[in-house]
């Protein structure tokens, strides 16, 4: 079994890198397009790792950020670096998805939310004022604060 094993994840390897190679031969794409492709791969290992070992949540950090960081990395090359100026949000949300990825496959701790609703928040916050609609974030800190004030305390709560 350990050396079906062994066997398996170079084949794979090998396999993904052949179509990846492979791909400017069927399609308008160049070989140096496809250099985020690495960056996404090595974000699967990291799952591919997490799901052998599931016991490993921690695996799942990388993983989200190296396969987020990669798709955008890939979108830019094909549409163009100048899109990097609105979707830079995407390095903030991408640890912020990892958090949620490591509560919702590991142990189910309470304290990986809270740095995940940080980063996520905040990610969308900028990515909001990088559209038109950059009016909505404003509105939407006045509005989460009047709720704050305005909401009834809990129970053994104390002013």
Same mark, same amino acid.
């Given at each position: 079994m350990a050396?079906?094993?062994r066997s398996l994840v170079p084949g794979v390897i090998l396999i993904a890198l052949g179509i990846l190679f492979l791909l400017p031969r069927f399609f308008?794409?160049?070989v140096s397009e496809l250099w985020p492709m690495f960056v996404i791969g090595g974000g699967i290992a990291f799952y591919v790792g997490f799901f052998a070992d599931r016991t490993n949540y921690g695996l799942l950090m990388p993983g989200t950020i190296l396969t987020v960081?990669?798709?955008l990395f890939f979108y830019c090359t094909i549409e163009g670096w100048y899109m990097m100026e609105n979707l830079w949000p995407f390095f903030i949300i991408a640890p912020g998805l990892g958090f949620v990825l490591?509560? %919702?496959f590991g142990t189910?701790?309470?304290g990986l939310l809270i740095p995940a609703g940080i980063l996520?928040? %905040?990610g969308f916050f900028f990515l909001l004022g990088r559209t038109e609609y950059d009016? %909505?974030?404003p509105i939407? %800190?006045?509005a989460i604060g009047v709720l704050l004030l305005v909401a009834p305390k809990r129970k053994g709560q104390s002013s």
């Open positions: 050396t079906q094993q308008q794409i160049h960081i990669g798709l490591m509560y %919702l189910k701790e309470q996520i928040t %905040l009016y %909505l974030w939407a %800190l006045i």
